[in-house]
């Protein structure tokens, strides 16, 4: 049996939406290099709040790579409330499943997608329901725990 | 689509003249080599041929060496073994933190169990000094065991002095030649050691069979009991085929030992001279000097190990990754992390080993393939040159 299956491959071989947004209206930065993923989210959000655009860079493994991809084509044209509703559990689903070994570590999509949601909430000085009790300094703790 | 396999340390094709060597004793000669009858014999003879091949191969007397199930049956051997036949002498092993994980787990296990294990650190090139080594021996010491050479990073010990030490103090002295055998020079008689452990699958012979070569007089029990084969040192009806093979494959790899370390080891030159002058920000970890003729450990950095790993796959090209993320325990490589290399640095690591079976023309397009890759996985990357880790 082959490590991952091939909607994972198709989205890692080929991801979409890589890159940065310039000048983005949310900006999210999530995980370490020293454990092995890294994922930079940027966001751009209109005056309905909905995103509009989201760009991802990611140095991590197979999973971190497919699972960033896909998490940005399902964030695009979502709600700022329904983006911060979106679970881990979500995108691996939405990938057709991951190793179990891989589950925990490697994808980092939820919390950089609330690191760049919290960042875009900070600077226009708005506050969403999906962001109570959510502290950008708290999250390195649970990962790789 | 086209296969490119460079992963010879983790495994080798079978040889066909090795192959052929073995098919008659699955369904021809397939009588016990315990048995009295004349079925028997063939099997019986085969294996002393064999023993007489590998004994060739690493200059020992046949009488001194053991077939066993793997390399990592001859390394539970020899810890437990010699550990049992010398406790009153004291009950402390030294080992290396760099061993395969047969001795590292093994020492771990025997730790638990009232041994006393020292695990000798590396330099940065992965060896251990004689110096390192000297300070470890204590009175109560009954075993030194250091890897010939390195699985992840190719490097090659100076067990010739290591062993002068250990015998210095009069400790029996092991080596996991795992990787050394049919690479470097194992001749157990130059080396001066006192056990050595072998595999059949790294020198293209077949997977399930290894041995033990015991110096005599070396005190060590047995470790798998039972019936009286291997002069009642190792019980077991043994794998005939697997033991035919495993002769046969290092009776090539003595005939061909040679061209085999010059053709690997140029192409290997070749290759990383390519990789590290056409791609930016690699480097080549471990010796160059004292190194496996086919290993190139090469980091590529500010991008993943597994990602590279899976991309190559994805052309048909196998190797292996130091990466945390590759692994089942989602830790970096230990052999790395001992010779002090940070830990985004390991995750960046690929080991290639080119073999036999390899051509130049493999090499280039793997050349040409992986700088497609690092590129575009450079370009996915959240780290970077300017921006830093």
């Known amino acids: ?145 | 689509m086209k296969q490119i396999y460079l992963d010879y340390s983790a495994t080798t094709p079978v040889k066909p003249e090795v192959l052929d060597a073995m098919l008659p004793y699955f369904t021809e000669f397939y009588g016990n080599p315990s048995s009295l009858y004349d079925l028997s014999y063939p099997s019986k003879d085969a294996i002393a041929e064999a023993r007489g091949q590998v004994a060739g191969l690493i200059n020992c007397d046949p009488s001194e060496l053991f077939f066993t199930s793997c390399g990592s049956e001859s390394d539970n051997w020899v810890l437990f073994g010699v550990a049992d036949a010398q406790r009153k002498k004291g009950g402390h092993i030294i080992t290396t933190s760099i061993e395969h994980h047969a001795i590292l787990h093994t020492g771990d296990f025997q730790r638990k169990h009232g041994l006393d294990v020292t695990y000798l650190p590396v330099d940065e090139e992965g060896f251990i000094t004689p110096e390192v080594l000297e300070a470890a021996i204590r009175p109560d010491t009954v075993l030194i065991s250091v890897m010939y050479v390195n699985n992840e990073v190719g490097t090659v010990q100076n067990i010739k002095k290591l062993a002068e030490i250990a015998h210095a103090h009069g400790i029996t002295f092991h080596t996991d030649a795992v990787q050394a055998l049919g690479n470097v020079n194992c001749d157990v008689k130059e080396l001066g050691v006192d056990l050595m452990s072998m595999s059949a699958h790294k020198i293209y012979g077949p997977k399930g069979v290894g041995a033990l070569y015991i110096k005599k007089g070396t005190r060590i029990s047995n470790y798998l009991h039972g019936g009286a084969q291997e002069s009642k040192h190792r019980a077991g009806t043994e794998n005939v085929p697997g033991i035919v093979g495993f002769g046969k494959a290092a009776a090539l790899a003595n005939e061909h030992f040679a061209e085999h370390v010059q053709h690997s080891s140029s192409l290997r030159d070749y290759f990383v001279e390519r990789v590290l002058t056409e791609i930016p920000h690699t480097y080549l970890n471990g010796s160059r000097e004292h190194r496996h003729p086919g290993n190139a450990n090469i980091t590529f950095e500010y991008i993943e190990g597994e990602s590279i790993l899976l991309m190559l796959n994805h052309y048909g090209i196998s190797v292996s990754t130091g990466s945390a993320c590759s692994s089942a325990s989602l830790t970096p490589s230990h052999v790395l992390s001992a010779m002090g290399i940070p830990a985004e640095i390991i995750h960046g690591t690929i080991r290639f080993t080119v073999g036999d079976m390899t051509t130049k023309e493999d090499l280039d397009y793997t050349v040409d393939r992986l700088k497609e890759i690092v590129a575009k996985l450079r370009e996915i990357s959240a780290v970077s040159e300017e921006k830093g880790w």
Not at chain 1, 49 to 64: H, L, P, Q
Not at chain 1, 86 to 113: F, M, R, W, Y
């Open chain 1, 1 to 145: 049996m082959k490590m991952y299956n091939d909607t994972v491959m198709e989205h890692f071989m080929n991801p979409h939406n890589v890159g940065e947004i310039e000048n983005a209206d949310g900006e999210g930065i999530y995980g370490s290099p020293v454990c092995g993923d890294m994922m930079k989210m940027t966001i751009n959000v209109d005056e309905n709040d909905v995103i509009t655009d989201c760009k991802f860079k990611t140095f991590g493994c197979g999973s971190a790579i497919a699972s960033s991809s896909i998490a940005t084509d399902m964030i695009i044209g979502m709600t700022v409330e329904e983006a911060l509703k979106l679970t881990n559990e979500e995108i691996i689903e939405q990938l057709g499943g991951l190793p179990a070994i891989k589950i925990h570590c490697s994808v980092l999509a939820d919390t950089a997608i609330k690191m760049a949601i919290y960042d875009y909430a900070q600077k226009n000085g708005k506050t969403y329901k999906g962001l109570e009790g959510f502290d950008p300094n708290q999250t390195e703790d649970d990962h790789h725990a």
